[in-house]
């Protein structure tokens, strides 16, 4: 069979079911019979597959999620065959049939800047009414892109001071500097050529470029400096025309005259004019953009043609200049440049009839028209000369312009190597009769002053939306662009060097030579060529600026990555960004009052600069990254020709202005912080996404060299919280003492487990999640969070365990709540699985810390303005509990809050030596605490203390009766209860107190927390005493009682140690009293290692509410679970009774390391 394949319509005339049978032989690998419609080629290309479409069932499924279609395609998307795609039928909602995949994309057409917006505009409107057809774009790479960047880049530096940037900085710093700029524009149009042919680029072009390869905040960032250089382009543009205007063309408009000022008065008059010009040109100019975009774009041709003849009438005058120069003569007396408007001869006195006669020039210097008259030293001491302005291509002065000269403002325009007497002593007179500098020059000032003449590269594809092939356009005309404009600006460097005298270069405005424009004086045929298309040409691209800037607003306000500026977005019916167009004229007014053609320039050589600057970084990182979306078309580029555009641009902004530099770098980066923090989220692909998982793998790589030093350890926190039914956090607490914690920065993950399989509780899962992160933001917990779901709560929490974090950046520390009313029968599994987690984490070398009373701890809002965070070091962690009181006191809860440790001295210990050690040990640490050392002697084990280690062994005996209902195995408890305390008020009433209560209800809440020590001891009469337990029941007068009679009996334990006041008679029957001594046999059964356990728990606990009742937090060391599993259960009673009391304890585990260093 042949592998040639042919797509065509289906015949009218034919029928379904023929199509059907031709199409399941198809399928089935049969050839398809004759007059299928795969006739005509047979002969030379053998049998050819044609594949039909078919109808739909008429179901109606989703359109293409991946590409905005137009309504044919939605239509057709619709249409799936219900037969032959059955495979595929249940995944046709999410998963396009690839017709209609294709269709869409063949009736793509590009979107604006704000393109989601758009979109949902256009689906509004379909809805309502039929949607227009769109117009396809037409333009190629000639007038769509070439010209564009030819009118936007040719400018008023041009035509107003490369005459003077040639005479100052001499042909070859000149040269230099038109290289280095247009080298940068080259390198950035490789740049931008790659990431515009790196896919389709809708309308907007540069700021759609930056915002989508480097992310919203960098987007919104580079997006504005570049709206602000386009702004602050079209005041430059302003300022050029009227310059033009009021020099040039019509001198006699001044509003503030300048004739007969001088100096500085001279100069604020000129500014004045320009800025009271400059703001009616602006008004006239958004009015004009106001009324309607089409007038300027129709106007653009126009313009357009102004600058192409303006450079044709000079290269025209240069090659006349080699046959017939033309005649602009400058008057020089001795070697400075004298203003010629003041004299119509260049010579002290003329011969006439009536003899020697003086001119104009001599009144200007002498005081009086006579011979003998007092004239200036410096004129009676040289004389006048007169030099041709333009000598001509062939005269050979390029010598003498090839190295600049720079001058201080004030300072005389002098005609270099020519002989002058001059006295250095004499004091300047007559200043206003000379051509002077009007600015001090330097060399970084040029390049700030001519980058502007530069930029413009980006015209193209700002109109990627109106091109026929964007991807071809782009590249091809914008770098045709820059190399043409390169040509000619850097020839005319050489040819204005080689055609113009020196002085007459440096003349700025063309005082010397009737204040003509120095650049018309070499134009042909006249110099009202250059002055008119000049200004035609910088009012074009004044209203190209305004046009364009307030688009470029309105897209970044509909991307709605600025919150401040959405406003901007708003615009008029016909699409005009009104509001945009307003904030555009205010800032340009700005450009326009600081009335300084050269010091506008630098302002927005900046903003372009940081704009060329990210467009080489954004394709030098899809580069390096090697994005898989990164395919470019344009293949001619290199991330090292990224590198080295972004470097000049860099280096370029600090050798224009520094300060300037500096200001932009802060505008951008207060932009980039303002859109972290307060901007809409935004997922473009972008690459600095691309580069931060490069950077945390190679992070992480380097994390799983090895373990980190000592000094670098922090709490690298898993907490551990459980959800109730709604999948709502039940500890929230959890959270503000994790954000307490985090001082020490590092990992968060905050960790659920669910019940269940993953695939029955997905939607459970997520819920979960969500409210994780809800509690986190709310709480301002950095971090991650995770849900398990397995089979059982247990292995859920293992898993958490095991799996959380990756490589080198997984947590050493859990912290996890300790459960609550885990005595309750039903709640038996919760304990378990506590002791359990103890287990693994110290299996797995985590440390682990255990808050009890979770409820009690303080929220992030409050503030404990003082009080005292305990300490009790009983052994040695690695430093776990000196390192947690210093991170909470870095938290502004528990600032104030002042660290107390105390350790525990044995009998044979110095307490006073150990106070010492530890005092040096804390001033090592640089830990500021106060140190105690608490004796705890040797004593006898009290029968207290042996009775409270039956009643826990009998418990845990009772909950192994497994074979019991659970009613049957409380009343079997609270048996066994009744009949231990009688026993223990009998025997020990030294360390029992008998209350007598009447009873009451307590709160639901107050029963949560009341201890299981304080039980009604009202024996029901017809629960059966267990065999194993000797049992003591109460009398029958007890057990008659009414019930509004009845008496609560509790006891409870003296944390200091002093023997409880008995209470009034009655709290126990006299017939039930046996001798102490028939208690003897059920002591010695004991388990000797639980009473140890128990005296000691005890003891701590006696010494700890003695020392610390009133400290806002306790910490101490967590003893580790028994190794056989069958004593559980009493581990979790001695931690009860070893925190008993304590309002906030804060239990914690070391992970077997060290974590806190004497060493810097």
């Not at 100019?285 to 000079?314: D, H, P, Q, R």
């Not at 590249?475 to 055609?499: D, R």
């Not at 009373?853 to 690695?878: L, M, Q, Y």
């Not at 001033?923 to 009643?951: C, F, G, N, P, Q």
Request: hydrophobic share 40%.
């Amino acid at each position: 069979m042949s592998q040639r394949f042919t797509v065509c319509k289906s015949d009218g005339n034919r029928r379904p079911s023929d199509i059907q049978g031709e199409v399941n032989q198809l399928f089935e690998g049969d050839e398809p019979p004759s007059g299928s419609g795969a006739e005509g080629d047979d002969d030379a290309a053998g049998a050819e597959v044609v594949v039909v479409v078919l109808k739909g069932d008429g179901n109606p499924k989703e359109s293409s999620p991946f590409i905005n279609s137009s309504d044919a395609a939605a239509e057709k998307s619709q249409q799936y065959d219900g037969k032959n795609m059955a495979l595929f039928e249940e995944e046709m909602d999410t998963s396009p049939m690839v017709s209609s995949l294709l269709s869409s994309l063949a009736n793509y057409s590009n979107l604006p800047q704000g393109s989601k917006e758009h979109e949902e505009a256009e689906n509004n409107e379909a809805e309502s009414s039929r949607k227009k057809p769109v117009k396809a774009p037409q333009l190629g790479t000639l007038m769509g892109v070439y010209l564009p960047c030819i009118q936007n880049i040719f400018g008023v530096i041009l035509f107003l001071r490369m005459t003077w940037l040639v005479g100052i900085g001499g042909v070859v710093g000149c040269f230099v500097i038109v290289f280095m700029c247009c080298t940068t524009t080259m390198l950035t149009a490789i740049s931008m050529s790659a990431i515009a042919t790196n896919g389709v680029v809708p309308a907007g072009g540069s700021y759609y470029m930056i915002s989508r390869s480097l992310g919203p905040e960098f987007g919104g960032a580079v997006g504005i400096c570049f709206y602000l250089g386009t702004t602050f382009a079209g005041a430059m543009y302003i300022l050029g025309a009227i310059e033009l205007l009021l020099i040039y063309i019509c001198p006699k408009a001044a509003i503030f005259p300048l004739e007969g000022l001088e100096g500085a008065e001279a100069e604020a008059a000129l500014l004045n004019n320009m800025r009271v010009y400059g703001t009616l040109l602006l008004t006239s100019m958004a009015t004009v953009v106001f009324v309607g975009v089409k007038y300027v774009n129709k106007l653009a041709l126009v313009f357009l043609a102004c600058v192409i003849l303006s450079i044709l009438a000079v290269y025209a005058g240069v090659i006349i200049t080699g046959v017939d120069a033309p005649d602009f003569p400058v008057c020089l007396l001795g070697n400075r440049t004298l203003i010629s408007k003041n004299f119509d001869v260049c010579a002290k006195t003329i011969e006439s009839a009536n003899g020697t006669v003086t001119t104009q020039l001599w009144r200007m210097f002498c005081d009086t028209p006579f011979l003998n008259a007092t004239c200036d030293k410096y004129f009676t001491s040289n004389n006048v000369t007169q030099i041709q302005g333009i000598p001509g291509i062939t005269s050979g002065i390029l010598a003498e312009n090839l190295f600049g000269t720079y001058y201080e403002k004030g300072d005389l325009i002098a005609r270099t190597k020519m002989e002058t007497v001059e006295d250095p002593d004499d004091p300047l007179t007559n200043a206003n009769r000379y051509v002077l500098a009007d600015i001090a020059s330097f060399f970084t000032l040029l390049v700030g002053i001519y980058f502007p003449s530069v930029t413009g590269i980006m015209a193209g594809s700002n109109r990627s939306g109106d091109l026929r092939d964007a991807q071809k356009s782009i590249p091809i005309g914008t770098i045709a662009a820059i190399t043409t404009t390169s040509f000619v600006y850097m020839s005319s460097v050489i040819l204005f060097g080689a055609c113009i005298e020196g002085v007459v270069l440096r003349d700025k405005f063309g005082e010397g030579v009737h204040g003509n424009l120095v650049i018309g004086t070499l134009a042909w045929p006249s110099p009202w060529v250059i002055v008119i298309g000049s200004f035609f040409s910088t009012c074009g691209a004044g209203l190209q600026s305004l046009t364009g800037a307030p688009r470029l607003m309105q897209a970044i306000a509909k991307d709605g990555i600025v919150p401040a500026l959405r406003i901007f977005g708003h615009a008029k019916a016909n699409g005009e960004p009104t509001w945009s167009l307003l904030l555009t004229a205010c800032i340009c007014e700005i450009g326009i009052l600081i009335a300084s053609l050269d010091a506008v320039a630098p302002i927005l050589s900046m903003f372009f600069l940081m704009c060329y600057m990210f467009v080489n970084l954004a394709c030098a990182l899809q580069t390096l990254l090697r994005t898989p979306n990164w395919r470019p078309r344009f293949k001619f580029y290199h991330w090292a020709l990224s590198f080295l555009g972004m470097s000049l641009c860099l280096t370029l902004m600090f050798i224009c202005s520094w300060y300037y530099a500096i200001v932009a770098m802060v505008i951008a980066g207060s932009i980039y912080k303002y859109i972290e923090f307060a901007g809409a989220e935004k997922e473009w692909g972008d690459g600095i996404r691309g580069l931060s998982l490069s950077a945390a793998r190679y992070a992480l790589m380097r994390l799983e060299e090895g373990p980190p030093h000592t000094k670098n350890w922090r709490p690298q926190l898993l907490t551990l919280v459980s959800t109730d039914a709604e999948q709502n956090v039940e500890q929230p607490r959890l959270l503000s003492l994790t954000n307490q914690l985090k001082a020490g920065k590092g990992l968060t993950i905050v960790g659920t487990a669910l019940e269940g399989t993953f695939l029955v509780n997905h939607e459970q899962s997520q819920r979960a999640e969500q409210a994780l992160r809800k509690l986190m933001e709310t709480e301002k917990v950095k971090g991650f969070c995770q849900v398990t779901v397995s089979s059982n709560l247990r292995d859920a929490t293992s898993h958490l365990l095991q799996a959380s974090g990756l490589g080198g950046l997984k947590h050493n520390a859990v912290l996890v709540s300790w459960p609550r009313n885990w005595r309750q029968g039903d709640e038996h599994q919760t304990w378990r699985n506590f002791v359990e987690l103890v287990r693994e984490t110290t299996a797995a070398d985590l440390a682990l810390l255990v808050p009890k009373n979770i409820a009690a701890f303080p929220s992030n809002g409050e503030r404990f303005t003082e009080g005292h965070i305990d300490v009790w070091w009983i052994v040695h962690d690695g430093g776990m509990l000196m390192l947690l009181p210093f991170l909470l006191r870095q938290h502004k809860v528990w600032r104030k809050c002042k660290m107390r440790i105390f350790t525990v001295a044995q009998l044979d210990d110095n307490s006073i030596q150990m106070k010492k050690d530890l005092t040096t040990f804390l001033y090592h640490l640089r830990i500021d605490a106060m140190v105690e050392v608490v004796e705890m002697h040797d004593s006898d084990i009290s029968a207290y203390t042996y009775e409270k280690t039956l009643v826990m062994e009998q418990r845990s005996q009772m909950l192994k009766q497994i074979n019991l209902s659970k009613t049957e195995r409380e009343r079997e408890i609270q048996s066994i209860t009744d009949s231990s305390r009688g026993s223990i008020r009998r025997k020990n009433p030294a360390a029992v107190t008998t209350q007598l209560s009447v009873t009451e209800d307590p709160p639901a809440a107050s029963k949560e927390e009341k201890p299981e020590e304080e039980v009604q001891l009202i024996h029901d009469s017809t629960t059966p005493a267990s065999p194993d337990t000797p049992a003591t029941l109460l009398t029958p007068t007890e057990g008659a009682q009414s019930p509004g009679e009845q008496v609560q009996m509790t006891w409870t334990e003296k944390c200091d140690g002093e023997p409880a006041k008995p209470k009034p008679a009655g709290a126990a029957a006299p017939e039930g009293i046996k001798d102490f001594f028939n208690m003897k046999p059920e002591w010695e059964n004991l388990n000797q290692f639980n009473v140890r356990r128990m005296h000691t728990a005890l003891r701590l606990n006696e010494v700890i509410i003695k020392k610390s009742s009133e400290a806002k937090l306790v910490l101490l060391n967590m003893p580790g679970p028994p190794k056989n599993r069958t004593g559980d259960e009493n581990y979790m009673e001695f931690l009860e009774v070893l925190t008993d009391g304590l309002n906030r304890v804060l239990l914690v585990r070391g992970g077997g390391r060290e974590v806190i260093t004497i060493y810097s």
